[in-house]
């Protein structure tokens, strides 16, 4: 009787330990690029420029005092554009929320927007831990599009 329970004991000895050895750390794992890392935040508008219709290479700040409390949220879930206190109109910028990818070859935020459902591609110009400026062709109507700069800080 003993023999056998040493016997079954071994066996399920040598069960556990291939068990054991065949489960593996994956050593595949992704690094996170640092401009993911650096844009996983909450960030602040600090200002919108466009063009000057009549000097085109100086800027014209379209940035509201309403926005000075608006933030947008970058996390692994997706993004949240979200109105602060002082409500401002979504003329200037689109408050929004939904999904977003860092497309490192061309250095820019794809954005899929569900709320307005709205594909954006903000090309970023600046991005370190503390401020982070974009450029978008916004064309709420296709015969005036306007490239707008935006600046925010976190």
Same mark, same amino acid.
């Given at each position: ?45 600090? !200002? ?5 219709? $009549?000097? /085109?290479?100086?800027?014209? +700040?379209?940035?509201? =005092?309403?926005? %000075? &409390? ?36 061309? !250095? ?5 927007? $569900?709320? /307005?459902?709205?594909?954006? +591609?903000?090309?970023? =110009?600046?991005? %370190? &831990? ?25």
């Amino acid at each position: 009787m003993k023999k056998q329970n040493l016997v079954k004991l071994m066996a399920l000895a040598v069960i556990c330990s291939s068990i054991l050895l065949a489960c593996k750390k994956d050593d595949n794992v992704v690094p996170v690029p640092d401009q993911v890392k650096k844009l996983m935040n909450d960030w602040k508008i600090t !200002d919108i420029t466009t063009p000057k219709k $009549t000097n /085109p290479t100086a800027d014209s +700040s379209i940035y509201k =005092t309403c926005m %000075n &409390d608006d933030v947008i949220k970058f996390t692994s879930a997706g993004f949240d554009f979200q109105d602060g206190t002082n409500k401002c109109d979504s003329v200037a910028y689109p408050y929004s929320k939904g999904i977003w990818a860092y497309d490192l070859a061309k !250095d820019s935020i794809q954005l899929g927007a $569900t709320a /307005p459902k709205k594909y954006m +591609s903000w090309k970023v =110009t600046k991005l %370190n &831990d503390s401020v982070m400026q974009i450029k978008y062709i916004d064309s709420i109507s296709p015969a005036n599009k306007v490239t707008k700069t935006v600046s925010f800080k976190h």
